[in-house]
């Protein structure tokens, strides 16, 4: 099939590489002249697993070509997705002008030629945005289109695994021929059995939104809950294994922390509480989900001023982690940002490591930090570490050199990466969430 996608980022990059790999023509489309680039050059703008090996075949193949030109694309392919930012508004609602804009462009664009397109949606867009999409193509000359909803439910980190074998596909559209189509094109990647859900567009609108929020709840819980397990004595981390053993809970999503971030929760969460409220049905449930969330982010900087008091200057934190969850170089919304904004605010120094988000950290806190090139280098002479991402290389570190290295034996987990039996046997001073401290017994 001949296929365009417009927006090359986490999303689109990757559908377009994993369509070409299933032998189709992909046409990807970016405005970012730096991005476009690096494509060009054979690079991989991000960072995610497994990529860079489709991305180089299918280039030597020759099935995958970049370029900004929007029209060159949308005339020679079937089907168009729209992989465009949808990044929340000042009012909480997702903002649809990346997407909208494409689409009037497109309309242009095929009034000129008149053949067939199904254009879809990739992109996570409130309720009722194909209905728009589509009045902002017949508005502008289109006639012979389609479009169709297929949000997209790859996580960062496990992108190429998630693409190439989905749990679901979804695809919402009004029409039986876009929906045949768009089944056809997925076939290859859900041969093993797993469905291809077909609905109306709002469905399938909604099913992205239904699905992120209430992922981001269920972690909610578990971060309200580890708090109250460390005020009663529990353990968040036994509790977990308890309730997931049950099928009807299951294990995943079930793990505590510092709050969830990335490019996909936080918005999502706040659109569609926006979206609800539009429509005089507000999800209220989801307001506290998002307020809770934004406190848990700052639960280790309570813990620290607990500690350390208020006044942070002359004082330095090692930080292990800094992108919002391992596997990615991505950093929209990560809790670091905000805890080592925080500690600042308290005069302190930071020192960070983070195995592949150096850069993109650099974007959200330029010089105000210093980037050390490994976990080691990261903890000299510090007063405490934080660790905030689960990264697996911080998993079996040296202590010895740790306990040599660092100023003071304090480590402040907001992942949970350690036992806490292990850190009192080393002699560290412990504070992780949801779970009893180890405090010096001195
Ligand atoms: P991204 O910011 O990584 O990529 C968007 C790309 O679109 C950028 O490369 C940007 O330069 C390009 N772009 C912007 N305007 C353009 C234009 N007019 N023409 C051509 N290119 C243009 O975003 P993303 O993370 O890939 O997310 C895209 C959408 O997919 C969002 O709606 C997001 O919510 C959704 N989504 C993201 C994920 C994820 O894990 N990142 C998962 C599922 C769904």
């Known amino acids: 099939m001949k296929i365009s996608v417009i927006g090359t980022g986490y999303v689109g990059l990757v559908s377009g590489i994993c369509f070409a790999e299933m032998g189709n023509d992909v046409i990807c489309v970016d405005n970012n002249q730096e991005k476009l ?32 030109d929007l029209k060159y694309a949308v005339e020679n392919s079937d089907v168009v997705f729209l992989c465009l930012p949808t990044p929340q508004g000042e009012d909480g609602s997702a ?52 479009v169709a909803s297929n949000p997209e439910f790859l996580r960062e980190g496990f992108a190429v695994a998630d693409f190439m074998k989905p749990d679901r596909i979804v695809i919402g559209a009004d029409n039986d021929m876009a929906l045949d189509k768009l089944e056809e094109l997925y076939e ?12 109306n567009t709002e469905s399938s609108e909604v099913t992205k939104y239904a699905a992120n929020s209430y992922l981001a709840m269920r972690i909610t819980y578990m971060n309200e809950l580890a708090n109250f397990c460390e005020k ?24 505590s922390g ?54 942070l200057s002359n004082m330095t934190f090692g930080i292990w982690g800094l992108a919002f969850k391992p596997n990615t170089d991505d950093m929209r919304e990560a809790p670091s ?22 850069d993109t950290a650099k974007f959200y806190l330029d010089g105000s930090i210093e980037y050390s090139d490994n976990l080691y280098s990261a903890i000299q002479n510090v007063d405490a570490l934080l660790i905030l991402t689960e990264w697996n290389e911080f998993r079996n570190p040296d202590f010895n050199r740790l306990k040599l290295d660092m100023k003071n034996n304090i480590i402040f987990d907001g ?7 292990k850190m009192k046997e080393e002699g560290f001073e412990y504070f992780s969430i949801g779970r009893k401290a180890v405090k010096n017994s001195k």
């Open 188 to 199: 290859p990647f859900v041969r093993q059995g797993n469905p291809i859900i077909r609905m």
């Open 415 to 421: 992942r949970n990466i350690f036992d806490v039996s």
């Open 258 to 311: 510092i709050g969830y971030g990335g490019s996909c929760f936080p918005k999502d969460v706040n659109a569609l509480i926006k979206t609800s409220q539009e429509f005089n049905s507000e999800m209220s449930l989801l307001s506290l989900v998002d307020k809770v969330n934004k406190d848990q982010k700052l639960v280790l900087v309570t813990k620290i001023r607990k500690y350390f008091g208020d006044d």
């Open 37 to 68: 680039e690096k494509l060009r050059d054979g690079k991989v703008p991000i960072y995610e697993p497994g990529l860079e090996v489709l991305f180089e075949r299918n280039i030597r193949e020759k099935r995958v070509d970049f370029t900004d």
């Open 337 to 358: 940002i905000y805890i080592i904004k925080e500690l600042q605010n308290l005069g302190a120094k930071i020192k960070a490591f983070d195995p592949e988000a150096r």
């Open 95 to 146: 903002d649809l002008k990346y997407v909208l804009n494409v689409a009037t462009d497109i309309g242009s664009i095929i009034k000129e030629n008149n053949d067939y397109k199904i254009i879809v949606n990739k992109s996570t867009v409130p309720v009722g945005t194909a209905q728009k999409v589509r009045q902002n193509v017949l508005d502008n000359g289109g006639s012979s289109f389609d």
């Open 232 to 255: 009663v004595g529990a353990d968040v981390d036994l509790v977990r294994k308890g309730m997931g053993s049950d099928t009807r809970i299951g294990k995943r999503f079930l793990f």
